[in-house]
């Protein structure tokens, strides 16, 4: 009967740890960060106006691509517009002239600037009911909002790029090319009027916007630095709660690795090192070589990289767990740590793999504003705190392993526990893996 208990409890208690392991794996495997201050955002109005058909052109630059474009020539990026706007009238290639332009720069996030150009793309005369098919080309390769609307009065979802809806923001519209049945209008022939630049209040598009504001503080006294440190030290640990960074990946690792309190605070200092030389390395591509390789076409390959390294570290946890399934059989009793340092710094760069984007607005704000010490210390504190967040996640899953560790557990479930952490790892990494192919660019 004791023996029966005892089982029973184990199970139960078994069940328990791979619940935790579950509610952690789904936030891990989801789209780590947005890349709203990445977006290059585009909107097309197809309208007549008489008997001539107009496209009028929406342009927005979230901080990164305005910060990558420096000056701005409203002219060359009409002509630009102009020739990757592809018009098709009754199956025929038509032309679409650049005309009036509007530019301006609503304030974005941390003092750094966005863009909206707006233009006139002017197009030929309609002699009577006609088949129009209008397709956009331009930036395909980036990321951001992409809304086409036919009609003087139709209704633009994003407000001409003014408003993005809250719920779309992290599925945003991607529509390219529209077919529609156009004809003449009464009236003269009138261009549309632009708003010269007006807009709403510019969203907050990088994640952790408060951790981002810190570089934009007018007066950097000692206290205030102080303050600006500890704050940056919540916000990455608040960050770590969110999806991605590895915490199902530490988790199962400690867990089937016999991991101890040191090795998950070394899993810490691995995940700080990463991240912080990840936003410093991403920045450098950011001002450098921005002309051949686009930053965010970075964050799929590192997501593949960071899903084929977890996979690996799953793999090797689970053929070495198996090895000696036997051997811990006959002596549950040791529990000594199996763990090597190439496994443990592989873990820890796993999590510590993808630069927060909100971290490269803060290095590119900081250089922007010239206050870049400030900045690079902002950004060690904020992956200190991501760090402590993934380090204290190990230390409970460490802790709890010694708590199950103390009751004499029965049953081949729960003796294969350790291999059946390894099995959580490599279905984060495949699941990481399949996440990020569709999107390599």
Partial sequence: MGTGRAG?????????????????????????????????????????????????????????????????????????????????????????????????????????????????????????????????????????????????????????????????????????????????????????????????????????????????????????????????????????????????IVTAYLVGQRGTPRHAALLGLIVTVTHTVGVFALGLVTLVLSRFVVPDHLYPWLNLVSGLLVVAIGMTVFTARWRHRRAHEHHHHHHHAEISGRSLLAVGVSGGLLPCPSALVVLLAAISLHRIAFGLVLILAFSAGLAATITSIGLVAVLAKRAFGRVSFEGRAVRLLPALSALVIVVAGVAMTFHAVPKLR
């Fill in 8 to 248: 029973v409890v184990g199970v139960k208690r078994l069940v328990a740890l791979l619940a935790l392991l579950a509610a952690l794996i789904a936030p891990s495997i989801a789209a780590a960060h947005p890349l709203g201050n990445f977006t290059v955002n585009r909107f097309s109005r197809v309208e007549m106006s008489g008997p001539r058909l107009y496209v009028v052109y929406v342009l927005d630059l979230a901080e990164i691509p305005t910060f990558q474009a420096g000056k701005i020539d409203a002219r060359a990026y009409a002509q630009k517009i102009a020739r990757g706007a592809e018009l098709t009238v009754n199956g025929r290639p038509a032309a679409l002239a650049p005309g009036a332009t509007a530019l301006a720069h609503p304030p974005g996030a941390v003092g750094l600037r966005t863009t909206r150009l707006e233009v006139v793309l002017r197009g030929p005369r309609l002699s009577g009911e006609t088949d129009v098919r209008y397709r956009d080309t331009n930036y395909s390769d980036r990321i951001g909002w992409k809304e086409i609307v036919v009609g003087t009065h139709a209704r633009s979802t994003s407000a001409e790029l003014r408003a993005y809806p809250k719920d779309l923001l992290q599925s945003p519209l991607d529509v390219t090319s529209v077919d529609a049945h156009l004809s003449p209008q009464p009236g003269a022939d009138v261009s549309p009027r632009l708003t010269r630049g007006q807009t709403l209040q510019a969203p907050d598009r990088v994640a952790d916007a408060g951790f981002a504001r810190l570089i934009g503080r007018h007066h950097l006294g000692a206290w205030v630095i102080l303050a600006s440190l500890a704050a940056a030290l919540f916000w990455g640990a608040a960050h770590a709660l969110g999806p991605g960074h590895g915490k199902t």
